[in-house]
């Protein structure tokens, strides 16, 4: 095997007359755009970081030499109550080939607790407001041995916000925000929580404070204002989001629960360096003549499947991710490496902001794994999840347009998203005004009866879900002047709010309504995963 | 009259040397397509990424030892390759017994006079070590182009070896393929004789040796250049014979350098073996007196004289060559 070159930082290319057509992922589909010369430019993720060698060691490496705190195995005895919580099937994105990081980090602290005699054992998937996971996915994160272990006799399950058993109510932060977190987290003497950390918004108190808390707690944060003060979510010290979460953690400390956070950080290889889909991360002008017969050989294959067919073959590729960082012990000090380290992977330094943003949407986002992609998780991929990552200031400028290119189909998972259904045809046919949305209608969808038995009994998200998500795009709607997307079925676009168009040229001329002509261009190449470090 | 104007401009065209290839006008249209159709064109701002050769050193090999190409070459061998060696070089094999305490894998060290040593070498090779053996071949000669790189891969087993150096990649390939059970086939001099006489031995085989501590197996091939020597195209028929040494082991105290010199002695004293017998070669190898691989250092007719008097005639009556 050939030794691995040193990973390149990310790039900013101005396009000119030799720049090669670009790629925009299309849902399970992609298209070649040629950019405007002269006026657009493409960034460039950086190459994966190297993985660490040998990712067990550094686990263990981690456990024994915490940060601002004792080795976990002090923390341990034997007559204890010991609650290990993780990240749910929302992380990483798509999910990551066996075995997953939660598994091996897992396994280590189990493997400290068997030896110091720890009887009571309980492992809790912290999912919020998400959907149940399925045993197969349990399985996947977790590993078989864990699952075997713990999941028949009742003590590996799926957290269960709306079990009124369940759940413990600590009390209120000094700006009045209610905290209210697992129970069996709060009567354990030790909880110990397994993050992924796929972007800079994850980890911290977000881990406990939202992971294994519910809508009274939840509620304080995930709304429209706090949503268009945090510039952005990706970046902690300027989210609202996060101080938020923040001063809920301190509330969770005080009261006297002990967390031992454990956290990771993952590189950029989301498609591989080699196999079937490798030339998605790669520049196009450095597609060999094998990278180009494989997309051709890729897009010739999927033009005859039918959607469901495309989205099986999709949602079935792992990513071949591997552990950057591993850091454990006390939460704000082991989250401040992890930022650092995320950061390191993802950030772009980028000149000056944009009048047009243009993005390929992907065919999966935290809320589809396994999943349909309906438009509202179109919205808030490209609108809170993509717009968001940046550092400094927004890539594109106040006022300014973002053009998304993905088919948007009006189709939704009836299983996993029953109550965003009930949205689309309610609530965005009323109105997409965030703020009247949540005054008009948030109340109801998150006390509605049928979808809290649906998201506690079935695979459902919980019938606020949707609301979270079209706030999560309220900065930016209030940011932008315009949103168009590309290739999606027009009624749904239509129905979102946007302005649907048929190809990129037309997006573009379509812009240039809001913007004037002459608009300067930036494209966002991702994934696998960037942040634009706006200066 | 169209017709006829057309004629004319092409004709005019031809004189002139303007006409289009036809190759350039299949071309053209597949050149209008856009990519990823077409090789993408480099931005202006970025350096061009380095073209990462499949040929030479870098071919890949691995698919020629999988289990159906391993099958396939097999087959070739024992039914082509030997019944033609048969005919075409009459092989005496000696020294065969030599071999009988060895186990595994081990480097055949040869000299190299003749592109029909190859496959002689391969076909006189002793079971198990003829079907589980891959050839040393010059990255440059046999893995120029991908069509020579994929047969010489399929048919004789061959992997790229730098002639030029000692490489890391080929060292490192050549350590793997040990490791995993496969046996070398290594030609030291690097190349055939260019005047019938031997070559200096490189250090590759003793290097590789040395490291995955196999034993060298010395031999001798005598005859191939009558058959197709350096510079002719067409084979003659002519006998030749193989002598295999004793399986030579690196000393611990002694360097790679050290080691090639004593294959290289050994396979002189297999030459003087093959040329007289093996009670006087015996003797003048204890005499320090074995005739040089690489003939005598004088004028070149003298070279190519010197080699033919020596030579045991079997084809035919004694007579002597003048250089051409």
Redesign the interface.
Known sequence: MSPRKAPRPG?V?????????VLFHHGENFR?EKLPVGRSRIIYPAEPLRGLIDPDQAIRDALENPIDSEPLRALMTADMKLTIAFDDISLPLPPMRKPDIRQRVIEAVLDIAAEVGVDDVHIIAALALHRRMTEDELRHAVGDRVYDAFAPSGRLYNHDAEDPDGMTHLGTTNHGEEVQISKRAVDSDLTVYVNINLVSMDGGHKSTATGLSGYTALRHHHNVDTMQKSKSFMDPPNSELHTKNWRQGDVIRNAGVKIFQIETTINNNTFGETGPLSMLQK???????R??AK??AMQGGLSYMTPSARRKVFHSWKAPYELTSVQAGEIEAVHKVTTENTFAQHLVPVEGQTDIMTMGLPYISPYNVNSVMNPILVAVLGLGYFFNLYRGKPLVREGGVLIMSHPTPWDFNPVHHPSYIDFFEQVLADTTDPHEIEKKYEKQYAEDEWYRHLYRTSYAYHGVHPFYMWYWCSHALQHLGQVIIVGGDPKAVRRLGFRPASTLQDALEMATDTVGPQPTITHYHNPPMLMADVK | MTAVSNYRAKVSQRLAGTEVPLVGKLRKPLQALPFPYTAPTVPQTVEAPEKQSVTGTNFPTDWARTEPARRTRAVLIDTMVRPVMAGLAQPTKRGMDRLHGLEGPAVFAANHHSHVDTPLLLSSLPMPWRHRVVIGAAADYFFGTRVTGVLSALVIGAIPIDRTKISRASTDLARDLIDEGWSLVVFPEGGRSPDGWGQPFRGGAAFIAQRTSVPVVPVHIEGTGRILRKGKSTPTPSRTTITFGEPMYCDPDEDARAFNDRIEARVAELADEAMTNWWDARKRAHAQDTPLLTGPQTATWRRVWELDADRPRRNGPKSRSWPK
């Open positions: 790039l290319l101005d396009v000119d007359a030799s720049t090669p057509p070649m520049r196009e002008w450095e597609w060999t003549g990278d180009r997309f051709l």
